[in-house]
């Protein structure tokens, strides 16, 4: 009878034995993995700071190569008058503050050139709106259009739109586009009220295949100012890249300027009244496109600076690695997250 006790209970110790080897060897792994995931999370985060790093360096890289070309294409006669200022320089000191002087202005110049390419606008020009030297952050050579089109009605009762004019400016309002476009469908409905387009307007205007080349030609690479502009797009059956778009009736920016909630949108007519204290799309002749367009793009300018930053910015997280998701438990069966105790004991 004691002997059978005595088995019983040396049974229960190596019961509660292995479950103490098996909860402490569960706690090893789930503090392995713990450990494993802040290493993981800390390797990730020092990936990103080093690709930010790597992109930020490539940029000054550029900028000092394209400031080298720059001097390198100086005119002779500035050649000769840096090198007469330095040659009439007797005191050390003099001499280093007006070389130092030079340099800050050759690398100014050689900045205001590169805005230039870039830009394709002339510095001499009035600036920005916002303040800014560059329409956008981007190094590409791009350049910033503003865009409107009127639309007529086609169809039965006229409810469906086609292109009746188009007008594209550069950033600085020159008109660089406007034309009368023929629409493909007999128009039923001239919309002249708004669109202030009349039978006249269309007798002699430009076939739709014709114009829709011509503008996808100037708007190429560009980006394109408008309000509401995705109804343009539309009418000109084509589409721009999301990130080459900056639509006045959509973004925040606006909105919180001329003091409306952040997901209202409101109309171009409200926006250039509020903020550009102007009126547009009055009288009964309807609307001009010339004039929309030059509104959308001065309204653009107004948060400019704070756009095109925004645009960057998402599109930086955007090319940004994800940090790895760890609702699965299927990867910590990988021999990285057991201790070597464990696999010790496994082989």
Not at 129 to 155: H, I, K, Q, W, Y
Not at 164 to 187: E, T
């Amino acid at each position: 009878m004691m002997a059978e006790s005595s088995n019983r209970r040396k049974a229960s110790s190596r019961g509660l034995l292995s479950n103490y080897r098996y909860l402490c060897k569960k706690a090893m792994v789930l503090c392995a993995m713990e450990n494993a995931r802040a290493r993981k999370r800390h390797q990730e985060k020092r990936i990103i700071a080093n690709m930010k790093m790597k992109r930020t360096d490539a940029h000054h890289e550029s900028l000092d190569t394209n400031v080298l070309i720059k001097r390198s294409k100086m005119s002779a006669p500035e050649q000769e008058n840096q090198s007469t200022l330095n040659s009439e320089s007797t005191d050390l000191s003099k001499h280093t503050s007006v070389s130092g002087t030079a340099n800050h202005h050759s690398v100014i110049a050689a900045l205001g050139d590169r805005w230039e390419m870039d830009s394709g606008f002339s510095s001499e020009a009035s600036p920005p709106a916002s303040g800014r030297s560059s329409p956008c952050f981007s190094s590409c050579p791009t350049t910033v259009v503003a865009l409107d089109c009127e639309m007529v009605g086609t169809g039965s009762g006229g409810r469906c739109s086609e292109l009746a004019r188009c007008s594209i400016l550069d950033y600085h309002g020159n008109v660089l586009y406007d034309k009368y476009v023929k629409p493909c469908q007999p128009v039923t409905d001239f919309r002249t009220r708004w669109s202030g387009i009349r039978r006249h307007h269309l007798l002699n205007a430009t076939p739709f295949i014709q114009a829709r080349e011509e503008i996808l030609s100037i708007l190429e690479g560009k980006v394109v100012v408008g309000h509401s502009i995705y109804n343009d797009f539309e009418a000109l059956d084509m589409v721009h890249p999301c990130h080459m778009v900056r639509d006045t009736s959509t973004t925040r920016l606006l909105s919180r300027l001329a003091g409306f909630p952040s997901k209202c949108c409101p109309s171009l007519r409200t926006l250039a009244n509020k903020l550009l204290n102007r009126s547009i799309q009055v009288g009964k002749r309807g609307h001009c496109s010339v004039e929309d367009a030059q509104a959308a793009l001065d309204l653009y300018k107004l948060v400019e600076g704070e756009w095109e930053q925004e645009v960057q910015n998402k599109l930086r997280d955007d090319d940004a690695p994800l940090e790895p998701s760890f609702s699965s438990s299927k990867h910590y069966m990988q021999d990285e997250y057991w201790p070597d105790d464990i696999i010790a004991d496994g082989q």
